[in-house]
């Protein structure tokens, strides 16, 4: 029982458990072919077994072309058999996407290939085949596609259930075919398919008899201690495997697992972006089936401005994990999540704003900091009062300056992030940096992905300046690529010179990056062969020392999270705590509080209800949109959008009716993109006859409607060509990962669809479902006889649409700010995309540009107020030499309008004598550095206290990056949104005083 300490390692090798030899037999079997039409059974004639030892490869494909001993190398669904070793009997859906979400992608496979690789693996359900990219999804569920995708037309797309899956009438409706299709066995009956669906295929804690007498199973020992013992027992043959994100061992079957030590599988790679992406719906302890808590998108986040309540939906977040992953309900998933997305919204166009949560540094982090606390809160032990554990272990993405997904002529896998687009020390510790920055080092994040581009010439997941930056802020937790970043170093960046490849690669994200996780197949193919070093690696050489230090990383997360520890050593969630009216009371308070009014002519909000009321636009009936980005979770228990209560409808409960007489009518008017205005006479009829209109307008992510011709097999990616001669293909305005926008317009259909509205001078509210910023020009220079409001709802969430009711019709009064700036539909034109220093005309976010539509903090309130106050004597004495000092500023906020609501204040400051840091680049307006969200009666009023010191003040240097303390006077603003503003001058007196160097890049 003694304990393996690194400097033991290599003099240790005897003590190390071997793992015995593992064999994987082949069976013989016959079968025949059977065209691919609707539904069909698919046998593959096997040709010789194959005897495999523990240490060969075995994983999905290497990547080269070549396939694994234990895969057929190569299949012809037309040809027959080709040389495969096992027998593998499918169930085919032709031009079909089956199972939702992905465990494993395989590239360069065939149809033949991808079903033996599902078989062979134990956690897989269903794959799903693409024949113009030769990828092969691996699924760990049957579940369609909610709502379901309709047939490919180019059968480029294939969909299997693993051998052994058999068919059986209505059996569970949880797992539903696609519905339509026969099964073989079932006659012409609808059927679902009851298979292999193993989930955790075993216990997901170490050290379980008789496992437990190792020493880094002694909870009396130090964690750094234990996980030592178990580095040093591990394998070298098994280690690519294990810093590997979702394992290769085992043909894909056993994901991480070391059976000789009793370590169970571990996937890393679970997804928590604004809810958890992957669980299923439970049965509670009331009989109820309850699905994971469903959140707003990243930009409500950012709009509430409200620091508790990022903290308290992180932390509902973590405990629905910990419930689903202890009673096997989330599939294939672990304790890590990657999420949430920090990147700043720098650009409307990036194709992920959706994702991130502000264009502000200061708002992002914090929000990332209060996120990062809320979803790692320590569980106490039972048992042993010094021992906490985490909750979860979040991953922050995507570090860094990563906001270009594929805007020509670069992408997000070849861009450098450099001087020549303005990334210099100073714009990455001004900006892209202080969002991780603060959630590291003032609340403790134990993970980071690194991102797909270069910085500075030097991918992110090898950079040295990356490494160092998080080491300064104390970073003790593990990183991860992005889908193997380590691959696109050597192939897309073509790092490092003169000669990239792959041993390369590995040796410096090993050392100089120190990337502890590789999410893809480059560590399993490579990571052995660089340690063992040679012409192909040198100068770039790596050890079993390093490979060891990112097992400690990785592995000590898993301790910290207690499973090494007895599984009743803590109290953990239940069923009871999935979906509970709690978490679903504050998804509802999140979409409250994440809705701006960006304009309320004349009062017109709040609505009055039992009115006429015309609910017109692409948007009236949004479901699916309301809970986009990555909606992956079933958020219905009948797995269908059913619960999810669309803007029309909420409308129409909330306004009600008389005598039998429904007060809310609703028609589309148009798509959100085709140029077809067919049904505008009857949206047009509708408003005649109404008291008020409703325009429920936007844009939406790739995939969500089947006319916009996506890549069926990979939803969510956009295929670039036309479907018809009158549809405006939409690619140009769709958003979502990979994809960036190229117009930031409102569709021209539905400027048109609103301008025709408006014409008829009704009172109208018209509204907007996006993720990045819409342009509005029109609408906003709109000047009328009749009132105008407009509101804005990003993606609000599962319970978006009754937020949004309820905001109309008065229910609430708990808007929020914009997160960022929306500007004007021509910013394209002005702005280009890759360059990343805000500075240059036209400027981007509120601190630079100056013809916004509307700035990031702005947002009305359905009630009025006054902020008062005046300048403390301290404000005159700030001081570089004792800059962290504080000075108190009071102000009165005063509720002065007939209904009880939130008010958001914003504090900003503004270096009065800045000058341009070169010709031709813009100064700053104001930048944040704190809010408050409170909560105000009518005729009440309220004190908020915001803290001011010479820290406070800091800028950083053009020249170093480093933060400064420098004396100057300056202007601090006070907002609420709207019309409220307070301001005061302050004064920093003494020498320019460094608080903060710029992280080493040695």
Not at 167 to 172: E, G, L, T, V
Not at 440 to 461: E, F, H, K, W
Not at 830 to 849: C, F, I, K, V
Not at 911 to 940: H, M
Request: hydrophobic share 35%; aromatic share 8%; proline share 7%.
């Amino acid at each position: 029982k003694t304990a393996l300490r690194p400097s033991e390692h290599e003099h240790n090798q005897a003590l190390r458990r071997q793992l015995p030899t593992m064999w994987s037999n082949g069976t013989s079997m016959s079968g025949v072919m059977v065209a691919v039409v609707g539904l069909c059974i698919v046998t593959f004639a096997p040709s010789t077994s194959a005897l495999l030892k523990s240490d060969d490869s075995v994983h999905g494909g290497r990547g080269d072309g070549t396939a694994s001993p234990t895969r057929p190398s190569r299949f012809d669904l037309h040809g027959g058999d080709t040389g495969a070793t096992e027998a593998t009997e499918c169930f085919i859906f032709a031009g079909m996407t089956l199972g939702q979400g992905s465990i494993e992608i395989i590239e360069k496979m065939t149809p033949g290939t991808c079903c033996t690789a599902c078989t062979n693996s134990k956690v897989c359900a269903a794959w799903t085949y693409h024949t113009a990219t030769q990828e092969c999804f691996l699924k760990d569920n049957v579940q369609p596609l909610v709502p379901p995708r309709p047939v490919d037309p180019k059968n480029n797309t294939m969909s299997g259930l693993r051998q052994g899956t058999t068919c059986n009438p209505k059996a569970s409706p949880v797992d539903m075919c696609p519905e339509g299709y026969p099964c073989p066995q079932c006659g012409a009956s609808t059927c679902s398919c009851e298979g292999p669906n193993p989930g955790h295929v075993e216990n997901p804690f170490a050290c379980i008899a008789p496992h437990n007498t190792f020493p880094f199973c002694d909870t009396t020992l130090s964690v750094e201690d234990r996980v030592w013992d178990l580095v040093n027992r591990i394998n070298d043959s098994d280690k690519a495997n294990l810093l590997t994100a979702r394992g290769k061992g085992g043909g894909g079957s056993s994901m991480q697992a070391l059976p000789a030590l009793g370590v169970p599988t571990y996937y890393w790679g679970t997804n928590c972006l604004h809810s958890l992406n992957n669980g299923k719906c439970v049965v509670n302890s009331k009989n109820e089936t309850r699905c994971p808590t469903n959140f707003p998108s990243g930009p409500s986040f950012g709009a509430t401005f409200d620091r508790p309540l990022i903290e308290s939906m992180a932390n509902a977040i973590g405990v629905e994990l910990r419930a689903l992953f202890k009673n096997g309900s989330l599939g294939h998933s672990s304790l890590d999540c990657w999420g949430p997305v920090v990147n700043l919204n720098r650009d409307p166009r990036w194709g992920r704003n959706g994702e991130g949560g502000s264009e502000d540094a200061y708002a992002m982090a914090q929000l990332a900091a209060a996120w990062t606390r809320g979803f790692q809160a320590p569980r106490p032990s039972l048992h042993n009062s010094s021992r906490t554990l985490l909750q979860g272990v979040l991953t922050l993405k995507h570090m860094a300056v990563n906001s270009l997904e594929n805007t020509a002529p670069f992408n997000r896998h070849d861009f450098d992030a450099n001087s020549t687009y303005g990334v210099t020390d100073f714009v990455l510790a001004d900006y892209y940096f202080r969002p991780f920055k603060a959630a590291i080092r003032d609340a403790g994040a134990r993970g980071i992905m690194c991102s797909y581009n270069a910085v500075q010439g030097i991918p992110t997941c090898l950079s040295p300046l990356i490494r160092n930056a998080r080491e300064d802020w104390g970073f003790e937790g593990y990183v991860t690529s992005d889908s193997d970043s380590i691959q696109n170093a050597y192939a897309d960046h073509a790092y490092p010179q003169p000669n990239p490849d792959a041993e390369r690669a590995v040796a410096l994200a090993l050392t100089k990056g120190q990337c502890d996780i590789n999410s893809g197949d480059t560590y399993n193919n490579f990571l052995l062969s660089a340690v063992k070093g040679g012409p192909t690696v040198a100068p770039y050489s790596v050890s079993m020392t390093d490979v060891d230090r990112a097992l400690f990383n990785s592995l000590k997360q898993r301790f910290d999270l207690g499973l090494f520890d007895p599984e009743d050593s803590y109290s953990w969630p239940t069923n009871d705590d999935v979906g509970s009216d709690a978490s679903a009371a504050l998804s509802l308070k999140a979409s409250q509080e994440s809705i701006v009014i960006l304009r309320n002519d004349d009062s017109l909000l709040p609505l009055p209800t039992g009115k006429r009321i015309a609910v017109i636009g692409p948007h009236a009936n949004a479901q699916e949109v309301l809970v986009q980005p990555y909606p992956f979770s079933p958020f219905c228990p009948d797995n269908t959008l059913d619960c999810i209560v669309s803007p029309a409808a909420a409308i129409s409960k909330l306004n009600g009716g008389a005598g039998g007489q429904q007060w809310t009518r609703v028609a589309t008017g148009c798509d959100l993109f085709a140029n077809n205005t067919a049904n505008f006479s009857e949206a047009i009829a509708l408003a005649k006859d109404a008291d008020y209109v409703i325009l429920a307008l936007g844009i939406e992510t790739c995939g969500m409607t089947p006319a916009h011709n996506v890549n069926p097999a990979r939803p969510g990616r956009c295929f670039q060509e036309k479907l018809t001669t009158d549809y405006v293909f939409p690619d140009q305005y769709l958003e979502l990962e990979a994809h960036d926008r190229t117009i930031i317009d409102l569709p021209e259909i539905q400027h048109r669809l609103a301008a025709e509205i408006l014409a008829l001078n009704k009172p109208t509210v018209l509204f907007l479902l996006n993720g990045g910023a819409v342009a509005i020009d029109a609408e906003v220079a709109h000047q009328g006889p009749a009132p105008l409001a407009i509101v804005e709802a990003f993606y609000p969430g599962l319970r978006g649409g009754e937020a949004l009711a309820q905001g109309i019709f008065g229910q609430h009064n708990k808007f929020g700010r914009l997160p960022y700036t929306i500007y004007p539909a021509d910013f394209i034109n002005e702005a280009d995309m890759s360059m990343h220093d805000l500075r240059y005309p036209p400027g981007r976010t509120y601190r630079y540009n100056r013809n916004p539509l509307f700035p990031m903090g702005y947002g009305l309130s359905l009630t009025t107020w006054s902020l008062t106050g005046t300048a403390p004597a301290c404000l005159s004495t700030l001081a570089t030499s004792s800059a962290s000092t504080v000075c108190t500023v009071s102000l009165k906020l005063e509720n002065t309008g007939k209904m009880d609501g939130d008010s958001v204040v914003l504090a900003y400051f503004t270096q009065d004598n800045v000058k341009a840091a070169a010709p031709g680049l813009l100064t700053p307006l104001r930048e944040l550095f704190d809010y408050q969200r409170v909560t105000v009666a009518s005729g009440a009023s309220t004190t908020l206290t915001f803290n001011v010191s010479a820290a406070v003040l800091a800028t950083y240097a053009e020249a170093t990056g480093d933060l400064v303390a420098t004396p100057d006077s300056y202007t601090l603003t006070f907002h609420d949104g709207g019309p409220s503003t307070v301001q005061l001058s302050a004064s920093v007196h003494g020498d320019a005083h460094v608080i903060e160097p710029f992280p080493s890049s040695t």
